[in-house]
Each structure stands twice: as structure tokens, then as C-alpha cells.
């Protein structure tokens, strides 16, 4: 079966610097993707890991280890925008088409 | 347009009605998800679409849920005898291609009473 683990939410402070941990244990894999997502609207990408390691966009990084089906998403700098849930998703191999197979989320608040 | 659209953008239905949402994707976007989020969830897998080709439909929860994509650009998902349990955002995303990234529409929220 397809098990992707994230905590339910987290609480940050303004300017601080927080971690969201995902675990997966999925039959294919074809890399993780973290998207974000406001109440009420569309999913957003933020990034893409399909080799071991971390990779940095912005204040944005994320970091995968494969062996382990570990990935985290580390927000640096935090803003009040960034309040939001913060999905971990699975890509699945091209024979399923590369269909995403998402966590829960995590509901991130930032305070002042 | 820029993004993907979706139509309405809210649906509120009776119990045993048929809803008929719209996807419009992005220009030139091969492939086509279709998602079913409920709320304070993640949003689950329903079908995909390659061109106007359905090559995966596992995700559909009962044969009341029917897709088309019929000159593999504009989607519809269609739910027939509406259930209670249905009610939840039916997203739909597009990609260039099998395995890149998808982007979202603002999803169509749906109401059963």
C-alpha cells in the first residue's frame, strides 16, 4: 500500500526557521514534491527532489534520502504569508502515469 | 489563460442530482489529473488522462464517477445519483508531460445536501 506520514500542523514564529518532516513508503517512486497551499485555493509547487540530498530555492529547501523514504521541507526567514498547509506528495513511476500520491498535509501558522 | 481552470467554482447539489465540473488545462499540457481533496486532507489521486487517452481510472470511488477528455483538451468529470460522501474540492491539474510538474486549478468546491 501507499503510506506518506507529515505532522498535522506546526506552530512558528515571525522570522524563525522551521522544519516539516514527511516519511513515505510507497510501491514506485519518482521523486517527492512539496506543493503549498492557502486555505481556499489551488495547490502551488515549491520543489522537486529525485536525488539524495538537499536543494535550496530561496528560503526554501528541501532535502530527500531515499533509503530511508525521508524528506523535509525547511522554511527559512518565516513570514506571516507563509501560513499555510504544506502538502509532501509521491510521484509515482511513468507507467502510472507520474500521479501524485500526497500526504495529508501539514497546517503551518506563523505568529508574530 | 495562464493557469488551469476549472468550472463552477462552487456546486451545491441534492442528493441524487447529477454535477457535471468542468477542467480547462494549460495550452499544449499532455497530461491530466484529476484530484479529490476533503477537508483538513490531502488531495487523492482519482483518474489520469494522456491526450484524450484515460489510461488510469483506479481512483474513482464507485462507477457513479465517469471522466472525458474527448479532443485531449478540456476534461469533464462527471458524478451521477449524488451522494452525501461526495461532497469535498475536486481539483484538477495539468502537465507537460508523465511525471513533471503539475499545476492546479482552483478546484470546484462541492456540496451535497
Known amino acids: 500500500g501507499q503510506n506518506i506520514d507529515q505532522p498535522t500542523e506546526m506552530t512558528a514564529t515571525e522570522g524563525a526557521i522551521v522544519q516539516i518532516n514527511c516519511t513515505y513508503q510507497?510501491?514506485?517512486?519518482?521523486?517527492l514534491f512539496w506543493y503549498q497551499q492557502h486555505a481556499g485555493e489551488a495547490p502551488t509547487f515549491l520543489s522537486y527532489?529525485?536525488?539524495?540530498g538537499l536543494e535550496e530555492k530561496g528560503r526554501f529547501s528541501s532535502f530527500l534520502s531515499r533509503s530511508k523514504g525521508y524528506s523535509y521541507l525547511l522554511l527559512k526567514e518565516l513570514q506571516m504569508k507563509d501560513s499555510a498547509s504544506y502538502l509532501c506528495?509521491?510521484?509515482?513511476?511513468?507507467?502510472?502515469?507520474?500521479?501524485?500520491?500526497f500526504g495529508q498535509g501539514t497546517e503551518l501558522s506563523v505568529k508574530p | 489563460g495562464a493557469g488551469v481552470s476549472q468550472s463552477p467554482r462552487y456546486k451545491v447539489a441534492k442528493r441524487g442530482q447529477d454535477v457535471a465540473l468542468r477542467c480547462d488545462p494549460i495550452?499544449?499540457?499532455?497530461?491530466l489529473f484529476w484530484y479529490q481533496q476533503a477537508l483538513g486532507q490531502g488531495p487523492e489521486f482519482l483518474t489520469y488522462?494522456?491526450?484524450?487517452?484515460?489510461?488510469?481510472k483506479s481512483g474513482l470511488p464507485s462507477d457513479r464517477f465517469f471522466a472525458e477528455r474527448p479532443e485531449g483538451s478540456v476534461s469533464t468529470l462527471k458524478i451521477q445519483r449524488t451522494q452525501q460522501e461526495d461532497s469535498a474540492v475536486y481539483l484538477c491539474?495539468?502537465?507537460?508531460?508523465?511525471?513533471?510538474?503539475?499545476?492546479f486549478g482552483p478546484g470546484t468546491r462541492l456540496t451535497v445536501l
Open positions: 491539474a495539468s502537465s507537460q508531460g508523465r511525471g513533471d510538474e503539475q499545476f
Open positions: 510507497t510501491s514506485g517512486f519518482n521523486g
Open positions: 527532489n529525485v536525488l539524495d
Open positions: 506528495a509521491v510521484g509515482m513511476i511513468y507507467n502510472q502515469g507520474g500521479k501524485l500520491i
Open positions: 495550452s499544449g499540457h499532455v497530461s
Open positions: 488522462f494522456q491526450n484524450e487517452a484515460q489510461l488510469d
